[in-house]
């Protein structure tokens, strides 16, 4: 009688183990925090505080909060709707992210500290006179406005839709100029595509050198 017994209790647990498991596995896991996000799917380009160190990859940290989640929204795309803002990598980045997240993240990076981009050592001096005249006084002969206007004097921006440039990469920005310009970029209202068909090559160059020099 005792073996039955044993042999009844074993074919209860084996029955049990089973849905345990089943229900275990069915469990949603919480969702990711701002920070394991940041830490993870955004390190890699960014760094973990949004202070990227790579010259093509922008820095996040301090930048306005509604222009980042904006940004991160125009990169999604939808099942009705195709991405605002094209590139290949940021639309996976994004695409398993909530709109929440996306906020959650536009204000995490606002609160870490900038740490500008390095001003290169044989940067071209005169390059970055011709670029501070640019951007604080634009070219009335050519119709340029000052970036200023838009961006402030000291590059701090104007939210949600002007964004902070002071230390950002100049690589990068040379990059965002040349993409506005030749329409690849458009989700601006048409306000740096006007601007940039007015600006040639050596006039972008010059800004991009002059606002990684802003702090």
Do not use: W
């Not at 709707?81 to 990598?89: F, G, I, L, M, T």
């Not at 920005?173 to 458009?186: C, N, P, S, V």
């Not at 601007?195 to 702090?215: C, D, F, H, K, P």
Request: hydrophobic share 40%; aromatic share 4%.
């Amino acid at each position: 009688m005792k073996i039955i017994k044993n042999m009844v209790i074993l074919a209860t647990f084996a029955m049990v183990a089973p849905l345990a498991a089943e229900t275990d596995d069915n469990v949603d896991a919480a969702p990711a925090t701002v920070t394991e996000i940041a830490s993870g799917v955004c390190a890699g380009c960014h760094n973990a505080d949004g202070n990227s160190v790579i010259p093509m990859n922008p820095i996040l940290a301090g930048q306005h909060a509604e222009y980042i989640t904006k940004q991160l929204l125009d990169f999604k795309a939808t099942e009705s709707e195709p991405a605002k803002r094209n590139s290949p990598v940021m639309s996976s980045m994004v695409a398993a992210l909530s709109q929440d997240d996306m906020k959650n993240l536009g204000e995490y990076y606002a609160k870490q500290k900038a740490n500008p981009s390095q001003v290169a050592t044989d940067a071209d001096e005169k390059l970055i006179a011709k670029g501070k005249i640019l951007y604080h006084g634009g070219n009335l002969e050519d119709g340029i406005p000052a970036c200023a206007g838009c961006h402030g004097p000291k590059g701090s921006g104007i939210p949600p839709h002007y964004p902070a440039v002071a230390g950002q990469h100049a690589e990068y920005t040379l990059t965002q100029l040349q993409l506005f310009d030749k329409k690849e970029r458009t989700n601006d209202k048409a306000v740096m595509r006007n601007v940039l068909s007015r600006m040639n090559g050596q006039e972008m160059r010059a800004v991009s050198a002059y606002i990684s020099t802003l702090r």
